[in-house]
């Protein structure tokens, strides 16, 4: 059994209101059942550390994620990372994450997440135009984001990261290229530029398909995306993965576990996990309903609604798939050893990615080219 420190994600499933893009396992509202649920969150992490995978072993990253973590009282999070500490341990220098909406913090709520042991403050800006807030049904303004970097400067933050979108319905070049300036100049640490998506059962899916909402055309997505590699590049943010950028020394280090093929503990109602042992792997997932998943904790302990045990073939294949987002890619040695098989051998086609420029071997790593992450999702797919 492995003692290597793993990547801890707690679920909180819900915001004041659900934007109609979103897809997570997220309900509204504005004041959500705390105690019951963080009482089941506490109780869970604990019957986890009682057995295999997870006994004897330190959370190396905490992620505090949703939803909107930030409507969670300070009391209550440090609750949660006081029963982590306590619990598993968390490495010394571990970098513990809260997701928040900028219209739901103050200075004074900050400085107590700060005071719980909350290090790193990622921001859902999205974007910095009131229009495209509406469009993506966000309920806070630009002066929130502002406002809310600011208070968590003064509050001692020195990990800020700001979530924002492009490639939303109406939006032109200019305007993601404002929204791009107006996040640099608050300075964070990271910044996570996404496309906007329109996944199955969400509002905006059934929007477009009716005509309601007009996606940004194929070309001008590609010339927003072209726009945020160059302009955090030239500000020195350093893409790391797909859709992830960051100063030197501040990629994400929690999120990386989910790329590079590492166990993690999921808590929460809905929330994933994933363990190598037993080889080659096995994923689990949580009752969704956060009705159901408080009933199942005490009931039983855990709360697991479904799980799936992988098969040789489909953790290769999930391993490239999640480690070709990372700029650093693949490392061929790790491959090795965890499948005991070279990646050539068990993915013939890797030459074909070769020759067609989209990916490239070196430093005993496969990573895709500047090419190939213009089709890095379907460059991806081909593994799985």
């Not at 997505?221 to 350093?238: I, N």
Request: hydrophobic fraction near 45%; charge should be negative.
């Amino acid at each position: 059994m492995t003692a290597e420190p793993f990547a801890l994600y707690v679920h909180v499933p819900w915001c004041r209101h659900v934007c109609p893009y979103c897809d997570f396992n997220v309900y509204p509202s504005a004041e959500p059942p705390e105690r019951s649920y963080v009482e089941a969150v506490v109780a869970e992490l604990r019957a986890w550390a009682r057995g295999a995978p997870w006994r004897g072993r330190c959370a190396k990253t905490v992620y505090l994620g949703g939803g909107t973590p930030s409507l969670l009282s300070p009391a209550a999070i440090a609750t949660v990372l006081d029963a982590v500490a306590h619990t598993f341990g968390i490495a010394g220098s571990a970098e513990v994450t809260l997701e928040a909406n900028p219209g739901t913090v103050t200075r004074e709520r900050l400085a107590g997440y700060r005071a719980a042991g909350v290090n790193r403050l990622s921001l859902g800006a999205q974007s910095f135009h009131a229009e495209h807030l509406r469009t993506l049904g966000r309920d806070h303004g630009a002066a929130d984001v502002r406002a809310a970097a600011a208070a968590a400067r003064a509050t001692g933050f020195a990990n800020l990261s700001l979530d924002l979108i492009f490639a939303v319905p109406g939006q032109t070049l200019a305007e993601w290229e404002d929204d791009l300036e107006a996040a640099l100049a608050l300075g964070p640490e990271h910044v996570s530029a996404y496309t906007l998506t329109y996944e199955p059962g969400t509002p905006f899916h059934a929007w477009r398909a009716s005509g309601r909402l007009r996606a940004v055309e194929e070309d001008g997505e590609a010339a927003m995306a072209e726009a945020a590699l160059g302009r955090l590049a030239a500000a020195d943010y350093a893409r790391y993965e797909v859709s992830s950028f960051a100063r030197p020394g501040f990629a994400s280090r929690h999120n990386t576990s989910y790329w590079d093929g590492s166990d993690y503990l999921g808590l929460g109602a809905g929330a994933h996990s994933f363990s190598a042992e037993p080889a080659p792997g096995r994923r689990w997932t949580n009752e969704r309903l956060p009705e159901r998943y408080v009933a199942a904790v005490r009931e039983r302990g855990t709360a697991v609604a479904t799980e799936e045990r992988l098969s040789p073939a489909q953790a290769r294949g999930e391993f490239c798939f999640t480690g070709l987002r990372q700029a650093a890619g693949v490392d061929l040695e790790r491959f090795w050893r965890r499948f005991g098989v070279a990646l050539d051998a068990a993915f013939p086609h890797l030459e074909r990615l070769i020759a067609d420029g989209l990916v490239e071997v070196s430093g005993g790593r496969v990573r895709l080219t500047a090419r190939g992450f213009r089709f890095a999702d379907s460059v991806a797919a081909s593994f799985v």
